[in-house]
Nanobody, 118 residues
């Protein structure tokens, strides 16, 4: 089992920055990659960025150039994952979730609210 805990959400003005964190605990050796997803009411959850245990990152088009995903932990494990979000826009407003993917299991955090508004 893996437990995930997000933090760092909040209210920020357009153009501002936030850094989200996801702390992982439990059977970390089972995790292959971790991702940030976001969801607004009435819409499907969408992937924002993904990083594997070797640090290879992928981004949704909406995140490219503005968001940076990174990881921390021992070699080939992810103990902490961050999402640095710059130049935030009102359309980035959502609940952001941390996801951990193992071979046969998917784990989710409880989510953290990000609101971009003046």
């Amino acid at each position: 089992q893996v437990q995930l805990m997000e933090s760092g959400g909040g209210l920020v003005q357009p153009g501002g920055s936030l850094r989200l964190s996801c702390a992982a605990s439990g059977s970390l050796i089972s995790i292959i990659y971790m991702s940030w997803y976001r969801q607004v009411p009435g819409k499907q959850r969408e992937m924002v960025a993904r990083i594997d245990t070797h640090g290879q990152a992928n981004y949704a088009d909406s995140a490219k150039g503005r968001f940076t995903i990174s990881r921390g932990g021992a070699e080939n494990t992810i103990e902490t994952m961050w999402l640095q979000m710059n130049n935030l826009k009102p359309e980035d407003t959502a609940v952001y979730y941390c996801q951990g993917r193992a071979r046969s299991m998917t784990y989710w955090g409880q989510g953290t609210q990000v609101t971009v508004s003046s």
